[in-house]
């Protein structure tokens, strides 16, 4: 059944597929084919930690809020209102009445019950316990009251009791309190980790429940093939209607292939299999200014992304500061940008924060320019002239996304040649890759980062102390490069509870430049969101995330080649 699903789909992706007309011009039906080139580690919201998976995943799920997809406000989603206290610290939430969880057999009859009160608690508790399928915690820790306990407790296999900075009030009222004033927090609240799902699903499922995604989002799984395909459909009780009246989703469903191969997932767009791409190759770029005479649309933003090489400073030769700094110096970011990525992307001289976010200073951060005779001069104070005895160094890097093979090539070249330094790059599928660095067994890597709160904060969190184990042979998920910095962390914390938008700014800047200083990675370049539509695809916008909502997309059945 599951192979005929994947078939049929695959053929009625043309917009005139069951096209009926709904209110405003707008048309219900059609499939909405995407590629991604990642494979999926997880859909289960408290271990979703990879942007293919959210892309995918903010389609089956919803928390009490969400990101709008234009311009990333925050706005309602299952919360219908809330209230903030005067002492920015008490959250109380009301919901919307009526919204059902997908049917799903997790339920005893196969149907999904109405989402209430008592199950945003429970998910919050979730992300605040000790458990294997929880990677979240970080979003909670040290913000909500009792956060820290409830997860202590669950560590030491104590009954944790619950999270006192959760109350469930009535049926469709909670309660959320905070330690300190938290100006992120409807923000975090957008967060995938703070989707909601029901506890019937990690009953049923245990720990298959990664690929048994329950939510109560515009679509509902239908099928899934790992490595294959994706399949979800139009989930026929969804709670939103349009401004026309229109009850949402307009699509009849979506499917998602994991093609790892940019050209030929290029190829099925030019096609008409895909109805978008994002990420093009690298050495097909030109379609960016030839796209729209082929009717295409054309859309690019800033990206809230930044590539960068990771340390692990616990191997070396990397514990010497020195040769983490002449290895950043050795690095001409502007010539990776404009002679390999074409100019699709911003050399990142000045940190790990991409540009764009108003009020953050980021002139007070000192740049990172390409000195190739300083950087030689540190190596040489560390002991290698010329690179003379500096072991091999081995990088790894992950053989999908936006060039990333061919930049570990030129900048292995940079290295040798500026430092003598011995480079041996080897590539690896994205699953393999991440599960080596989260494990701390790679001592020069390839990771980027892609916002998923609009924040300069967000960016920060990737280095905070916290964020990594203190077990060090338990995987670092967040804080990969296992940093832990006193200084660094006390601004970080300080920054999150200053309500002062300018002040808290300053903060966040002097935590970055405590952390540039310590050379803890190599920022390489911000990339633009760029991506490309089928010119029948409506009311998709985008931004510097690439959040995708695809409840509200329709296809315009005027816009089909044949019509």
């Known amino acids: 059944m599951a192979v005929l699903l994947l078939v049929s789909v695959a053929c009625t992706g043309t917009p005139e597929a069951r096209h009926r007309e709904g209110k405003g011009g707008k048309h219900y039906g059609g499939v909405f084919n995407a590629n991604e080139s990642d494979e999926l580690r997880s859909l289960f919201p408290l271990s979703l930690l990879q942007a293919s998976s959210h892309r995918i995943g903010a389609q089956l799920f919803e928390g009490l809020v969400r990101f709008d997809q234009s311009d990333l406000s925050v706005q309602p989603a299952l919360a219908a209102s809330w209230q903030i206290d005067a002492s920015g610290t008490v959250y109380t939430f009301s919901l919307r009445k009526g919204v059902r969880f997908h049917d799903d057999p997790c339920f005893e009859d196969g149907i999904g019950r109405e989402v209430q009160a008592a199950?945003?608690?429970?998910?919050?508790?979730?992300?605040c316990a000790f458990s294997e399928l929880n990677q979240m915690f970080w979003l909670f820790q040290d913000k909500v009251l009792g956060a820290n306990a409830h997860f202590a407790a669950s560590a030491n296999d104590e009954a944790p009791g619950g999270v006192k900075g959760l109350e469930v009030l009535d049926p469709y009222t909670l309660r959320i309190t905070l330690l300190n004033p938290w100006p992120g927090f409807l923000q975090v609240l957008a967060h995938q980790g703070c989707w909601i799902w029901p506890k019937e699903a990690v009953e049923h499922y245990a720990k298959e429940v990664h690929w048994h995604p329950v939510g109560t989002g515009p679509f509902r799984l239908k099928a899934f093939r790992k490595g294959e395909?994706?399949?979800?459909?139009?989930?026929?009780?969804?709670?939103?209607?349009?401004?026309?009246?229109?009850?949402?989703?307009?699509?009849?469903?979506?499917?998602?292939?994991?093609?790892?191969?940019?050209?030929?997932?290029?190829d099925e767009f030019e096609k008409g299999h895909l109805s978008v791409i994002y990420e093009l190759p690298i050495d097909r770029t030109e379609i960016l200014r030839t796209g729209a005479d082929k009717g295409f649309q054309v859309q690019s933003?800033?990206?809230?992304?930044?590539?960068?090489?990771?340390?692990?400073?616990?191997?070396?030769?990397?514990?010497?500061?020195?040769?983490?700094?002449?290895?950043?110096?050795?690095?001409?970011?502007?010539?990776?940008?404009?002679?390999?990525?074409?100019?699709?992307?911003?050399?990142?001289?000045?940190?790990?924060?991409?540009?764009?976010?108003?009020?953050?200073?980021?002139?007070?951060?000192?740049?990172?320019?390409?000195?190739?005779?300083?950087?030689?001069?540190?190596?040489?104070?560390?002991?290698?002239?010329?690179g003379k005895d500096l072991p091999a160094v081995f990088l790894q890097v992950n053989n999908n996304g936006f060039g990333y093979v061919r930049v570990a090539g030129v900048l292995q070249g940079m290295l040798e040649r500026e430092l003598g330094a011995r480079v041996v790059s080897s590539v690896l599928p994205a699953e393999q890759h991440f599960d080596r660095v989260e494990r701390g067994d790679v001592a020069f890597w390839r990771e980027g980062w892609v916002a998923d709160h609009p924040d300069p904060e967000n960016?920060?969190?990737?280095?905070?102390?916290?964020?990594?184990?203190?077990?060090?042979?338990?995987?670092?998920?967040?804080?990969?490069?296992?940093?832990?910095?006193?200084?660094f962390d006390s601004l970080y914390v300080l920054a999150q509870r200053t309500t002062e938008p300018a002040e808290r700014m300053l903060l966040l800047a002097k935590a970055e430049r405590r952390l540039m200083s310590d050379v803890v990675v190599i920022p390489l370049y911000f990339e633009r969101s760029i991506r490309l539509l089928q010119p029948w695809v409506m009311d998709l916008p985008i931004n510097g995330m690439e959040y995708r909502a695809l409840g509200p997309v329709w296809f315009d059945p005027a816009r089909r080649p044949d019509h």
């Open 119 to 127: 199950d945003v608690v429970h998910c919050f508790e979730a992300l």
């Open 229 to 266: 395909a994706l399949i979800m459909e139009r989930n026929p009780h969804y709670w939103e209607v349009d401004e026309a009246g229109n009850r949402l989703p307009f699509l009849d469903a979506i499917r998602y292939t994991f093609l790892q191969d940019k050209g030929k997932e290029l």
């Open 301 to 386: 933003v800033p990206g809230l992304t930044v590539q960068y090489y990771g340390f692990n400073m616990r191997k070396e030769p990397f514990k010497d500061k020195r040769i983490r700094q002449a290895f950043s110096l050795a690095i001409d970011r502007q010539l990776l940008v404009d002679s390999v990525l074409g100019g699709l992307a911003i050399a990142a001289d000045r940190g790990v924060v991409p540009p764009g976010f108003s009020q953050y200073p980021y002139d007070t951060v000192p740049p990172t320019t390409y000195d190739p005779d300083k950087a030689r001069a540190l190596l040489a104070e560390a002991g290698h002239p010329d």
């Open 459 to 487: 960016f920060l969190a990737l280095f905070y102390g916290k964020n990594a184990p203190l077990d060090s042979l338990a995987p670092a998920t967040m804080n990969s490069t296992r940093y832990r910095n006193a200084e």
